[in-house]
Structures are given as structure tokens and as C-alpha cells.
């Protein structure tokens, strides 16, 4: 029978361990592998290390208010300990009544978001109806969590739609969450040390921004990771108000002209070189008519 036949299989299997030392039946029936290891100390020692993560900067916030939701964030990016742009733009585009914010790697927060916004046009498209948070929560979280947090995208989804008023705390491993108020980033601590402290319920939409850019300029302070100006996005029912740049600090008061406007004859001549083209005619030989070309 079949149970007869797996039970003399596996008899006969541990029987075969047995007569092995518990070394050799690692190595020839499995088990963990060191072998990388001697291979890795030896490239440690001619000065080739391993590939580090390099620490990404931001500070995003978000919170609802009577009437909407507020999202903000700071401009920088980083590279490590590099600052590789002062003005960047961290709010992403999902719908006409949803956006979002992304900390984490810039290239996957851009292609995530860029992806979902193009589902959610579709959606639009053959359903006639206006999109919803929700979808664009579930839709985010099942690709994030596939990957198991690979993706480096930590969103703060904001949006309303006809069940009203919505804020989304979305990490990278697909775990998510429905929020009154939400801060991501390496300025997070900091950031959210003033949205605990301050906020309240049926706040006004002035008092929602105020709170929004007060902690910004918390992260920005006390993170090296984050600085320069605060972009703030304000969704309503019926209309989404998006500010570039409403606080700037710092601010060039000699900015460069651009583009450069450089006079003609500013370059300078070193040495002029003159050559003298002859014209020449060349005759072939006659087959149906005269062919003759003209070389310079």
C-alpha cells in the first residue's frame, strides 16, 4: 500500500542519517552554508567592503481638520550625508482628490506613485466615478507588501472622497493605518513630538496648516536629513490647493540669472587658418550620355 511505501522511504532515510556524523550529513543532505564567508573576509582585507544603505532625510506630516486635510513636507533630498537637492517636491500625485507623500528612496516613491495614479486614471475611465482613498490604500499596500519593505516607499496618502475626509499611514512593508494625524521621515520624532502636543479636534483649515508647517520646522531644525523650504497641500471637497514652497528660508538674495546671456565676440580669436578650394572638373568616359561632377 502507499503508507507501507513512504514508511520503508523514510526508514530507510533515517537509517542513512544515522551512519553519518552530524557534520557530513550537513554537508551532504543540506544545512547552512559558510562558504561566502572566507570569501568576503578575504575581500574585507583588500580593502573592498560590503555595500552600506545610505540614510535617507525627510519629514512629512499630515493631519485632517473640519472640512479636508493638510499634508506637508520639506524640500531636501539627500545622499547620505550629501545634500543632493534643496528644492525638491515630496507630494505625488494619485488622483484629482488624492495625493500623497513619500519618504524613503526618491526613485521608489516617484515609480510607485507614478504607477497607482495611471490604475486609478483607468479605474476612473471605466467606472465614471471619482476614486477612492481606500482603493488607492489596498492597491499600495498589497504591491508593498509583496516585496516586503524592498521598496523603500513610506507614504502619507491624504484625500476626499463621498465617504468624506481621509489621512493613511502606509510604510514600506504594506502595513497601514487610518490617522487623525501622521508624521514619516528621519525628522518624524521631532515632528511628531508638536502634532501629539497640539492637535485637536475640529480644527479650522488655517489652524490645520499652521500645525502642519510648525512641525516641518521642528524636523527641519532637529534632522540634518531635513531642511530648506515646506510645500503644503490642502485637499477639500471640492477643490485640492497645492502651495510649492510656501515658507522659504534662506533665500538667495542674488539669484544667478539664468540662462547666461553671453555677447557675441566675447571669445577671444588665438589664430586664424585660411585655405584656398580649387573647382575642379572630372570627365568620365562616355557611355549613353556625358557624365561629368563637379568637385570642391
Given at each position: 500500500?502507499?503508507?507501507?511505501?513512504?514508511?520503508?522511504?523514510?526508514?530507510?532515510?533515517?537509517?542513512?542519517?544515522?551512519?553519518?556524523?552530524?557534520?557530513?550529513?550537513?554537508?551532504?543532505?543540506?544545512?547552512?552554508?559558510?562558504?561566502?564567508?572566507?570569501?568576503?573576509?578575504?575581500?574585507?582585507?583588500?580593502?573592498?567592503?560590503?555595500?552600506?544603505?545610505?540614510?535617507?532625510?525627510?519629514?512629512?506630516?499630515?493631519?485632517?481638520?473640519?472640512?479636508?486635510?493638510?499634508?506637508?513636507?520639506?524640500?531636501?533630498?539627500?545622499?547620505?550625508?550629501?545634500?543632493?537637492?534643496?528644492?525638491?517636491?515630496?507630494?505625488?500625485?494619485?488622483?484629482?482628490?488624492?495625493?500623497?507623500?513619500?519618504a524613503g528612496t526618491a526613485a521608489d516613491c516617484e515609480m510607485v506613485t507614478v504607477q497607482m495614479a495611471a490604475e486609478?486614471?483607468?479605474?476612473?475611465?471605466?467606472?465614471?466615478?471619482?476614486?477612492?482613498?481606500?482603493?488607492?490604500?489596498?492597491?499600495?499596500?498589497?504591491?508593498?507588501?509583496?516585496?516586503?519593505?524592498?521598496?523603500?516607499?513610506?507614504?502619507?496618502?491624504?484625500?476626499?472622497?463621498?465617504?468624506?475626509?481621509?489621512?493613511?499611514?502606509?510604510?514600506?512593508?504594506?502595513?497601514?493605518?487610518?490617522?487623525?494625524?501622521?508624521?514619516?521621515?528621519?525628522?518624524?520624532?521631532?515632528a511628531g513630538a508638536i502634532l501629539e502636543s497640539k492637535f485637536k479636534d475640529d480644527m479650522t483649515e488655517q489652524e490645520?496648516?499652521?500645525?502642519?508647517?510648525?512641525?516641518?520646522?521642528?524636523?527641519?531644525?532637529?534632522?540634518?536629513?531635513?531642511?530648506?523650504?515646506?510645500?503644503?497641500?490642502?485637499?477639500?471637497?471640492?477643490?485640492?490647493?497645492?502651495?510649492?514652497?510656501?515658507?522659504?528660508?534662506?533665500?538667495?538674495?542674488?539669484?544667478?540669472?539664468?540662462?547666461?546671456?553671453?555677447?557675441?565676440?566675447?571669445?577671444?580669436?588665438?589664430?586664424?587658418?585660411?585655405?584656398?578650394?580649387?573647382?575642379?572638373?572630372?570627365?568620365?568616359?562616355?557611355?549613353?550620355?556625358?557624365?561629368?561632377?563637379?568637385?570642391?
Amino acid at each position: 500500500t502507499a503508507q507501507s511505501t513512504w514508511g520503508i522511504i523514510i526508514a530507510n532515510i533515517l537509517n542513512f542519517v544515522k551512519k553519518m556524523s552530524y557534520l557530513e550529513a550537513l554537508n551532504k543532505e543540506g544545512g547552512f552554508d559558510f562558504g561566502f564567508y572566507l570569501r568576503n573576509k578575504h575581500l574585507t582585507e583588500k580593502g573592498i567592503l560590503p555595500p552600506r544603505l545610505q540614510k535617507t532625510g525627510t519629514t512629512i506630516v499630515g493631519c485632517l481638520y473640519n472640512g479636508g486635510v493638510v499634508l506637508a513636507a520639506d524640500t531636501r533630498a539627500t545622499a547620505g550625508t550629501t545634500v543632493v537637492e534643496k528644492n525638491c517636491q515630496k507630494y505625488h500625485y494619485l488622483a484629482p482628490n488624492i495625493y500623497c507623500l513619500g519618504a524613503g528612496t526618491a526613485a521608489d516613491c516617484e515609480m510607485v506613485t507614478v504607477q497607482m495614479a495611471a490604475e486609478l486614471e483607468l479605474m476612473r475611465l471605466n467606472t465614471g466615478k471619482q476614486s477612492r482613498v481606500t482603493t488607492a490604500v489596498s492597491k499600495l499596500s498589497d504591491k508593498l507588501f509583496k516585496h516586503m519593505g524592498h521598496i523603500g516607499a513610506a507614504l502619507i496618502i491624504g484625500g476626499h472622497d463621498v465617504k468624506g475626509s481621509h489621512l493613511v499611514y502606509l510604510a514600506p512593508n504594506g502595513y497601514h493605518s487610518f490617522a487623525c494625524f501622521a508624521t514619516m521621515g528621519s525628522g518624524s520624532l521631532a515632528a511628531g513630538a508638536i502634532l501629539e502636543s497640539k492637535f485637536k479636534d475640529d480644527m479650522t483649515e488655517q489652524e490645520a496648516i499652521d500645525l502642519c508647517i510648525e512641525a516641518i520646522e521642528a524636523g527641519i531644525t532637529h534632522d540634518l536629513g531635513s531642511g530648506s523650504n515646506v510645500d503644503v497641500c490642502i485637499l477639500r471637497k471640492d477643490s485640492t490647493d497645492l502651495r510649492r514652497n510656501f515658507r522659504q528660508y534662506n533665500v538667495r538674495q542674488y539669484p544667478k540669472k539664468t540662462p547666461y546671456k553671453i555677447p557675441i565676440g566675447n571669445t577671444p580669436i588665438l589664430q586664424e587658418i585660411q585655405k584656398k578650394f580649387e573647382k575642379v572638373t572630372i570627365e568620365e568616359e562616355k557611355t549613353d550620355n556625358n557624365n561629368k561632377m563637379e568637385v570642391l
